[in-house]
Nanobody
Framework: QVQLVESGGGLVQAGGSLRLSCAASGSIFSINAMGWYRQAPGKQRELVATITSAGSTNYAGSVKGRFTISRDNSKNTVYLQMNSLKPEDTAVYYC??????????????WGQGTQVTVSS
């Protein structure tokens, strides 16, 4: 069974920084892309950033220049460095692993979510 475990969320003042981590565990052979999504109260889940196994990245326009996604393939771990945080970044942040090939097959997985709260 593949699990994604997130860490690093919390409460920070506007202008501050946080670093999220997400580690995939289990009998994993490969992971295509990993990424972060977020969902604020009353809103739909939205893409924040993704990164492929080759290191290609994609960012939502609202976070470009402030957030940086990175990945350690040897540890099946993805990171999200969030700088210059704004109150509108407040949301539950979810880790996603796309096309995970493991002993149980080829599936997508989601983490349980970690709360990020930015106070003004």
């Amino acid at each position: 069974q593949v699990q994604l475990v997130e860490s690093g969320g919390g409460l920070v003042q506007a202008g501050g920084s946080l670093r999220l981590s997400c580690a995939a565990s289990g009998s994993i052979f490969s992971i295509n892309a990993m990424g972060w999504y977020r969902q604020a109260p009353g809103k739909q889940r939205e893409l924040v950033a993704t990164i492929t196994s080759a290191g290609s990245t994609n960012y939502a326009g609202s976070v470009k220049g402030r957030f940086t996604i990175s990945r350690d393939n040897s540890k099946n771990t993805v990171y999200l460095q969030m700088n210059s945080l704004k109150p509108e970044d407040t949301a539950v942040y979810y880790c996603n692993a796309l096309r995970v090939r493991s002993i149980v097959g080829l599936y997508d997985y989601w983490g349980q979510g970690t709360q990020v709260t930015v106070s003004s």
